[in-house]
């Protein structure tokens, strides 16, 4: 899944944008950040459910009537437009029922859902009353909370959430032409494939990738997640440093020593990249393809072979890969274990 909808920008050498590196100077952030009910929907959930919470059914259900149901006015308010009578008592009790179906559902997962361990209780229950603020249950507004997370914390939602969805956790590293052929970089490559500064403009822009025999820049299949900040994409470069699927304990360690003496810092000091109007609109990106010739037809039609492969095996890779990697709970970077090697099985790259 991950579909935002929106992909990198055309390739166009000629763009000054594309040859300029977002370079990010200084360390890590390390000091905790707040994060509201909102930041965790959008750092979990919006990959897939996108900002309104509508998805994209029918692969991807609504969130919004599921949550509805949790709330008893609602609830009563459905069965009387209906002219279904109920009482107050029953109406509570289908509420109830709704809310439990709910939580269940970020504990466990859903068929082609991953499931959210990862999460503390106090993020679910900030969460949920985001999710009835999307909604627009009545009253959901005054139930908002923030909460503080650990940069690495932060990245690990990033990661098992929304890049675990097409990325696997291991496997081997493609060469560019396995890359054209339609394999994804496993998550434990990404940091040797590219620097921080890369991964960021990746991410939240959108960059080619040398694809091909001879290798040439494409540009890429990836859709840019331009609601993400470029210090969550470092927090997510953190979390790949440190906690490396497939390594061992002593590896960690040393990444983190390693992370931390290379430029921790207790700010952000994490500079933007520009962020000049990458929102193309369907005919601007059909003018820039025109433009841009045979290579962007190319890349263009086999991101069309691979959306739908993605589509095919994305979820269920995702959710197959998700119960394996999500099998460690890390709440803190320095404590947390790492994921065993064992647990994880080598990426089975189908698409
Ligand atoms: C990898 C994609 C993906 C992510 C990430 C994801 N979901 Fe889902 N979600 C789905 C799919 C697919 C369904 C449809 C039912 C199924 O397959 O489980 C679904 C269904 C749901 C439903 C039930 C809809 C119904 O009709 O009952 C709720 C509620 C929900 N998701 C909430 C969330 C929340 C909250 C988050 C973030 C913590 C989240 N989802 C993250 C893919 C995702
Ligand atoms: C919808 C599927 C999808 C999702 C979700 C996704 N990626 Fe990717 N990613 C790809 C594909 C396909 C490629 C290889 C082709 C390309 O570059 O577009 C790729 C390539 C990359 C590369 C480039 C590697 C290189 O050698 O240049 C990086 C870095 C990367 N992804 C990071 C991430 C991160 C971080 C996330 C989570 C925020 C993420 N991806 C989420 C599909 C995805």
Redesign the pocket.
């Known amino acids: 899944?991950?579909?935002t909808g929106r992909?990198?920008p055309a390739l166009a050498p000629r763009d000054p944008m594309l040859r300029r590196a977002a370079d990010v100077a200084g360390g890590y952030r390390t000091d905790a950040v707040t994060l509201h009910g909102e930041d965790i929907y959008r750092l979990n959930c919006r990959?897939c459910h996108q900002e309104s919470g509508q998805g994209a059914p029918p692969e991807i259900n609504s969130v919004i009537n599921p949550v509805r149901a949790t709330s008893l006015p609602m609830v009563m308010e459905k069965m009387k437009a209906r002219g279904l009578e109920v009482s107050a008592h029953d109406a509570a009790e289908m509420a109830r029922q709704a809310n439990d179906a709910l939580l269940k559902r970020l504990h466990e997962g859903g068929e082609n859902m991953p499931a959210f361990p990862q999460l503390s209780d106090p993020e679910v229950r900030a969460l949920v009353a985001y999710l009835k603020q999307l909604a627009e249950v009545t009253g959901a507004a005054r139930e908002q909370a923030s909460l503080k997370a650990s940069p690495v914390h932060i990245g690990e939602q990033?990661?098992k959430s929304?890049?675990?969805?097409?990325?696997g956790a291991m496997g081997t590293n493609?060469d560019a032409q396995q890359?054209l052929e339609?394999?994804?970089?496993p998550?434990s490559?990404?940091t040797t494939?590219?620097s921080r500064a890369?991964?960021i403009r990746?991410?939240t822009q959108?960059?080619?990738?040398?694809?091909g025999d001879p290798a040439l820049p494409?540009?890429?299949?990836?859709?840019v997640?331009y609601y993400?900040t470029p210090e969550e994409?470092a927090d997510?470069?953190l979390y790949?440093t440190l906690y490396p699927p497939g390594q061992n304990a002593t590896e960690v360690a040393e990444a983190y020593t390693l992370a931390m003496s290379a430029g921790g810092t207790t700010d952000s000091q994490v500079d933007p990249p520009p962020t000049a109007g990458h929102t193309m609109s369907t005919a601007d990106l059909q003018a820039q393809n025109d433009d841009d010739g045979i290579m962007a037809i190319l890349s263009l039609s086999v991101a069309a072979l691979?959306a739908f492969l993605?589509l095919a095996f994305?979820v269920w890779l995702s959710v197959r890969e998700m119960k394996k990697l999500s099998g460690v709970e890390v709440t803190d970077g320095v404590k947390a274990e790492p994921v065993p090697a064992a647990a994880i099985p080598a990426n089975a790259s189908a698409?």
Not at 182 to 185: A, E, H, T
Not at 206 to 211: F, Q, Y
Not at 218 to 223: I, V
């Open positions: 899944m991950g579909s992909l990198g990959g990033i990661v929304t890049c675990h969805t097409c990325h493609p890359l339609g394999s994804i970089p998550l490559t990404l494939r590219v890369e991964m990746k991410v959108g960059a080619p990738i040398a694809m494409y540009r890429g299949r990836m859709p997640f993400l994409v997510v470069y790949l691979l993605l994305g698409a």
